[in-house]
């Protein structure tokens, strides 16, 4: 699949989006656990987006923030490139009326990111990166601004979850920040936080627990356009998640967490 058909997909899935944003007064809401909430709009995005991949990738298998891991069309074969799909990343925004939520897309491709994608519906908005071919904004070539940024003036996104221990390890690094003079962001969506950092509204970002639907078309295209970022969440992290740190280059060893396996 090439990048103009990945975009349209998304496309496609943000105008969907929004027709359920609109309405969102009367969509059917569930509790998936504390501050986690899944609607009928989380489904019907991640279905379209799973049908149209199907149809122009028939031998990829699918993993999805809703439906979870699945073969595509043609079986399960495991050396098939995998999508991984968060059809709306930032549902406690989007059910609030907050306009902070976006689309995330990425192909896994040889155990590593090979695209990735992140779109914001609201304000049309759509970031693209492939592996060793660099990122774009609306179709145009991104890089970071090159001038450092210092501690006492950099900006940085925070976010966290109710899993145990999160908002702890959150706190902490915020404490850290604080004391070096930084000022914290926060968004309610992970991909919105990420896609900050990369656009340069902040310096960087930390969660201490993702998912890779959350984050990993974020990495890709955070480090395409020359952000640095913690180990993608590929391999045994493509189900398990894990932390997420990604910043400007000369802020990195005040934002990254020690690495487990």
Known sequence: MQREQAEVILREAGDLALVFFRRRESLRVERKSRQDLVSEADREVESLIRRRIQAACPRDRLLGEEFGLAASGQGDDSNASIWVIDPID???????????????????????????????????????????????????????????????????????????????????????????????????????????????????????????????????????????????LCGERLTRGGPVWITRPELFDLVREEETA
Do not use: K
């Open 90 to 232: 930032g549902t406690t925004n989007f059910l609030r009326g907050i306009p902070d939520f976006a689309i995330t897309l990425c192909r896994v491709r040889d155990g590593a990111p090979d695209i990735g994608l992140i779109y914001h519906p609201v304000n049309q908005e759509m970031l693209f990166a492939a592996r060793g071919q660099g990122a774009w904004r609306n179709g145009v070539r991104h890089q970071i601004e090159s001038t450092p940024v210092t501690l006492d003036s950099a900006v940085l996104g925070l976010g966290y979850n109710l899993r145990p221990g999160n908002a702890q390890r959150a706190i902490a690094m915020m404490r850290s920040w604080t004391e070096a003079g930084c000022v914290t962001r926060q968004t309610g969506s992970a991909a919105v936080g990420i896609s900050q950092a990369i656009l340069g509204r902040t310096d960087g970002f930390y969660e201490p627990q993702l998912n890779s639907w959350d984050a990993l078309a974020g990495q890709l295209i955070a480090t395409e356009a020359g952000l640095r970022s913690s180990v993608f």
